[in-house]
Structure formats: structure tokens, C-alpha cells
């Protein structure tokens, strides 16, 4: 059973214009949300995270949208740059119920067209 | 950098013989994960620990068991290897970016990749 959900393998963009990053979950009891972003032959690294007592966090370029009724978040990333190329995980847990257990979807990879 | 080091970086082993991953942090973090990356199934956990000696399941254990006997070292065995265990296999950690609250976010190791024929 697939708590969280990455719906779309592939995503290709042009440089500058938006991408947009979708993830469904289904566990309602999940309270923190986090993306990745993850280069070949590297680990993942840390890119951006909301809590649920939001519906947006913005750093820099990104941006992520939590919509709870939904179960759903996406990660928008404005302008998109070359650079951005790779695969991007989301993940979820409930730190607040003392679990530290993350589940991960199965990632989108992103290509940037210059 | 969260100081993590994971060794060996890449091994090819025979079905049937044991295999032992180390994950290392240098900066005294309770929690350390073990992961598995596969294509169309993203990255999925093996196991966790949350202090010396304290381990539990992952979503999929199975064949595999871990020690941690000092904070800073996490041990990943697969007993008798097998061809499904074929995989990348990234360690982390996890550190509070809000101090006092519950959120913690995952530090990555930069991955073994492991080919069982």
C-alpha cells in the first residue's frame, strides 16, 4: 500500500517557465511534508518542508502548497534553470505522534530544457 | 554536510554469501536510517534506529537485520544475499532544522551500490 503517492515519473520543462511537482498521500495523520531532490550517484538532499498547520512555505525559487482536504502537495519551482534537472522525492511523517518513520513516494524526474 | 560516510561504496557478491554495509556520522546523532533506492519504487526504508541498541522495522526488512553498538556507526547485514537485494543503498540521519520542535529533517549519505549475481 503506497502511502504517498508521485503520480507522474517525468516532467519536462523549459528554462524559465514554472514546474510544477505533484504528491497525493493517504494517511491522514501525517503532519510534516518534505522534498528532495536527488542528482545521479549522489544522496538525496534536503530542499524544502511544511508542516500542517500550513498551506504554503516558500524559499527562494520553490515553493510548496499543502492542500490537507485534498491529501494532495506540490512543489512549484519559478524559474525553472538547467540546474534543476533531477529526480525529486516527497516524503511524510508524524513527529508530532513521536514517529520518526519517513515514507518516501517513488519520485519525479524533472528535466529542464534550455 | 552531515558528516555521513558509507562504506564500501560499490561491491559485486555472489548470491548466498553475507554482505555488511556501514553507515558513519561524525556528529553524534540519535536517529540513522537505512534505505533502499529502486527504480518505480522510489526510496523505501529498511531499518531505523533512534539511539545505541534501539532499532526497529522498516517497510521492508525482510533479509535484512542491523546493529548499532556505538552512536556513530549503523550496520546494515544481509545474511545470505540474493539477486533482489540488488540495489543502491543510501544511509541518513535526521536533525531538527527547528530547534525545540519535532521537525526534523534527513541527511544522506552518498550511497553503496550493491550487485548480487
Known amino acids: 500500500d503506497q502511502q504517498v503517492k508521485q503520480n507522474s515519473p517525468s516532467l519536462s520543462v523549459q528554462e524559465g517557465r514554472i514546474s510544477i511537482l505533484n504528491c497525493d498521500y493517504t494517511?491522514?495523520?501525517?503532519?510534516?511534508f518534505l522534498w528532495y531532490k536527488k542528482y545521479p550517484a549522489e544522496g538525496p538532499t534536503f530542499l524544502i518542508s511544511i508542516s500542517s498547520i500550513k498551506d504554503k512555505n516558500e524559499d527562494g525559487r520553490f515553493t510548496v502548497f499543502l492542500n490537507k482536504s485534498a491529501k494532495h502537495l506540490s512543489l512549484h519551482i519559478v524559474p525553472s534553470q538547467p540546474g534543476d534537472s533531477a529526480v525529486y522525492f516527497c516524503?511524510?511523517?508524524?513527529?508530532?505522534?513521536?514517529?520518526?518513520?519517513?515514507?518516501f513516494g517513488t519520485g519525479t524526474r524533472l528535466k529542464v530544457l534550455a | 554536510d552531515a558528516g555521513i560516510t558509507q562504506s564500501p561504496r560499490h561491491k559485486v557478491t555472489e548470491t548466498g554469501t553475507p554482505v555488511t554495509l556501514r553507515c558513519h556520522q561524525t556528529e553524534n546523532h540519535r536517529y540513522m536510517y537505512w534505505y533502499r533506492q529502486d527504480p518505480g519504487h522510489g526510496l523505501r526504508l529498511i531499518h531505523y534506529?533512534?539511539?545505541?541498541?534501539?532499532?526497529d522495522k522498516g517497510e521492508v526488512s525482510d533479509g535484512y537485520s542491523v546493529s548499532r553498538s556505538k552512536t556513530e556507526d549503523f550496520l546494515l547485514t544481509l545474511e545470505s544475499a540474493t539477486s533482489s537485494q540488488t540495489s543502491v543503498y543510501f544511509c541518513?540521519?535526521?536533525?531538527?532544522?527547528?530547534?525545540?520542535?519535532?521537525?526534523?529533517?534527513?541527511?544522506f549519505g552518498p550511497g553503496t551500490r550493491l550487485t548480487v549475481t
Open positions: 516524503a511524510a511523517n508524524r513527529p508530532t505522534s513521536g514517529t520518526y518513520k519517513y515514507i
Open positions: 494517511n491522514s495523520m501525517f503532519d510534516y
Open positions: 534506529s533512534y539511539g545505541v541498541k534501539d532499532t
Open positions: 541518513a540521519i535526521s536533525e531538527s532544522i527547528l530547534p525545540g520542535t519535532p521537525y526534523y529533517e534527513q541527511y
